[in-house]
């Protein structure tokens, strides 16, 4: 299994990035993906995660300007991140909810939203 996050970088306040994790490895339709996020120095916050069925959640306070979608055809789960805020600065981190056992994460990618 492989996961591999993209998309993340610099941006001013108020703008939008789109993150992107392909995965590979597994039949990536039939499972459970989603999105956290860590400052350094602070533990881990989930943001959003979305079912096989396409059915999505997120944390509440995310709600309104981040959106997870799929992308079945492409293995890819994507995170858009709009209104962004210097408190959304963190390494964002994809996962797979597998059936049993621990989730698997990818490696991150940072996100920095600064003026």
């Known amino acids: 299994v492989q996961l591999v996050e993209s998309g993340g970088g610099l941006v001013q306040p108020g703008g939008s990035l789109r993150l992107s994790c392909a995965a590979s490895?597994?039949?990536?339709?039939?499972?459970?993906m989603g999105w956290a996020r860590q400052v350094p120095g602070k533990g881990l916050e989930w943001v959003s995660g979305?079912?096989?069925?396409?059915?999505?959640y997120y944390t509440d306070s995310l709600k309104g300007r981040f959106t997870i979608s799929r992308d079945n055809a492409k293995n890819t789960v994507y995170l858009q991140m709009n209104s962004l805020k210097p408190e959304d600065t963190a390494v964002y981190y994809c996962?797979?909810?597998?059936?049993?056992?621990?989730?698997?994460w990818g490696q991150g990618t940072q996100v920095t939203v600064s003026s």
């Open positions: 979305i079912y096989s069925d396409g059915s999505t």
């Open positions: 996962y797979l909810d597998p059936t049993s056992g621990s989730r698997i």
């Open positions: 490895g597994f039949t990536f339709s039939d499972y459970a």
